[in-house]
C-alpha cells in the first residue's frame, strides 16, 4: 500500500507512522522551574545527536512544562527509563497543572544535579545532566511552524549506576531500556541484544 500524508489516507484504525519510526528511545526529563517546583516528563521523541560534544535533543508537542523550565532556566536532566520503571515512566507521563511533581506522583525519588539545577530519578541506572545550547521551532514545507519545539542540550555530567556495567561496558542485558512503539507498544531494549562488528572497506 500507498498514501500520501498530505491526505493521510491510510485507510487504517490508527496512524502507523510512530510505529514504523520505532523503537524510539525514551528521554525521562526532569526539570525545575522559577518557583522550585519539580517537573518529570517522558519524551518519545528524544535522541543522542552527536558524541563530540556529546549532545541531545527532546521535541515538545508545543509548550508544555518541560520546556518552559528548561527555556526558563537553561538546564535539564534526561534519565534513564528502563523496564524495572516501567510503571513510574508511565506514571510520570500523566497531565498536571504546572507545579504538580510528576516525582512524588510516580513514588520516585528526586535527587539534585551535580551541575545543574534540575532533578534527575534517583533510581534510573543513568541520568544526564544537561545545559541547553539550543530550542528550534521547526518547519513546515510551505514554511509553516510544526507542532513540535525541540530543545537541544549539552551534556556536563553522566550518572552511571554499576549495577548495569559489566567488564567495563553498559550491559544492555541489565540495563533495559525502554523504546516506544508506535500506539501502545513499548519495546524491550534489552530482550534480545546481539552484536555486529561493522564491515572494512574492501580493498580494491
Not at 9 to 25: C, E, M, Q, Y
Not at 27 to 32: D, E, L, P, V
Not at 113 to 133: H, K, N, S
Amino acid at each position: 500500500m500507498f498514501y500520501s500524508t498530505d491526505e493521510n489516507r491510510h485507510g487504517l484504525a490508527h496512524d502507523p507512522f510512530k510505529a514504523i519510526v520505532s523503537p524510539r528511545p525514551i528521554g525521562w526529563i526532569g526539570t525545575k522551574g522559577r518557583d522550585g517546583s519539580l517537573n518529570l516528563s517522558p519524551y518519545s521523541f528524544f535522541n543522542a545527536i552527536c558524541d563530540k560534544p556529546k549532545l541531545v535533543m527532546f521535541a515538545s508537542s508545543g509548550p508544555k512544562d518541560s520546556f518552559r523550565n528548561a527555556r526558563e532556566t537553561g538546564v535539564f536532566t534526561a534519565s534513564l527509563a528502563s523496564r524495572h520503571l516501567a510503571e513510574q515512566m508511565n506514571a510520570s507521563s500523566v497531565s498536571v497543572d504546572y507545579g504538580v511533581d510528576e516525582f512524588t506522583i510516580a513514588g520516585l525519588t528526586a535527587k539534585p544535579g551535580t551541575l545543574v539545577d534540575a532533578p534527575f530519578v534517583a533510581e534510573a541506572y543513568a541520568a544526564l545532566e544537561c545545559r541547553v545550547t539550543d530550542i528550534i521551532e521547526p518547519k513546515t514545507m510551505d514554511g509553516g511552524k510544526a507542532e513540535a519545539i525541540v530543545v537541544f542540550g549539552q551534556v556536563v555530567g553522566i550518572h552511571l549506576s554499576e549495577d548495569i556495567l559489566h567488564e567495563g561496558r553498559v550491559d544492555m542485558g541489565i540495563a533495559r531500556p525502554l523504546g516506544r512503539m508506535g500506539y501502545r507498544d513499548y519495546a524491550d531494549g534489552g530482550a534480545d541484544v546481539f552484536e555486529m562488528t561493522r564491515p572494512t572497506t574492501p580493498k580494491g
